[in-house]
T-cell receptor, first 113, second 109 residues
Framework: DAGVTQSPTHLIKTRGQQVTLRCSPK?????VSWYQQALGQGPQFIFQ?????ERQRGNFPDRFSGHQFPNYSSELNVNALLLGDSALYLC????WGGGETQYFGPGTRLLVL | GNSVTQMEGPVTLSEEAFLTINCTYT??????LFWYVQYPGEGLQLLLK?????DKGSNKGFEATYRKETTSFHLEKGSVQVSDSAVYFC????????FGTGTSLTVIP
């Protein structure tokens, strides 16, 4: 039973570029949440997707957008990259209405130069 | 608003020492509280949780008690091992998850 998978594992971009990160949830899960973890900090909630709709959003600008597909996988898109977007981006999956238990993927480390 | 404050690290202990990592929170309503652990190069793993006041979460020898009166959820372990070396995050869930900044623990033989 595969857990949460994310791709790519590492990514280097330059300021102003756009990036897409991908996440496949744990088998049986229908909800995907995205987090940004800056170096030395705790994860910060970006948004959550269920039934292909954004259900909740944290305090992140519109440059951060997402999508969920019918197979429950999800993408995180960041436009107009800033140096401050350099971080580990974590995906977590869960069941909608199934309590707060969520499983995290290994993350994608994004470096913006 | 909701927030979590964690004891600053890094923490270095000898094997078999007693561990306490302090965590306090601010929340509206009655959140659930969590401890997550992050091993080097890996994502976060749920260590334990408590969903209401006076609940005690426990796993792998770690324990934490949800204290509403002191708004705390301190993590404890009686005898740490080298394999416990990791970063520990305290978190709360109200309408969304809020994480502390993490406490790095190194256990030396």
């Amino acid at each position: 039973d595969a857990g949460v998978t994310q791709s790519p594992t590492h990514l280097i971009k330059t300021r102003g570029q756009q990036v897409t990160l991908r996440c496949s949830p744990k088998s049986g899960h229908d909800t995907v949440s995205w987090y940004q973890q800056a170096l030395g900090q705790g994860p910060q909630f970006i948004f959550q997707y269920y039934e292909e709709e954004e259900r909740q959003r944290g305090n992140f600008p519109d440059r951060f957008s997402g999508h969920q597909f019918p197979n429950y996988s999800s993408e995180l898109n960041v436009n107009a990259l800033l140096l401050g977007d350099s971080a580990l981006y974590l995906c977590a999956s869960s069941n909608w209405g199934g309590g707060e238990t969520q499983y995290f993927g290994p993350g994608t480390r994004l470096l913006v130069l | 608003g909701n927030s979590v404050t964690q004891m600053e690290g890094p923490v270095t202990l000898s094997e078999e020492a007693f561990l306490t990592i302090n965590c306090t929170y601010t929340a509206t309503g009655y959140p659930s509280l969590f401890w997550y652990v992050q091993y080097p190069g890996e994502g976060l793993q749920l260590l334990l949780k408590a969903t209401k006041a006076d609940d005690k979460g426990s796993n792998k020898g770690f324990e934490a008690t949800y204290r509403k009166e002191t708004t705390s959820f301190h993590l404890e372990k009686g005898s740490v091992q080298v394999s416990d070396s990791a970063v520990y995050f305290c978190a709360l869930h109200g309408n969304q998850f809020y994480f502390g900044t993490g406490t790095s623990l190194t256990v030396i033989p």
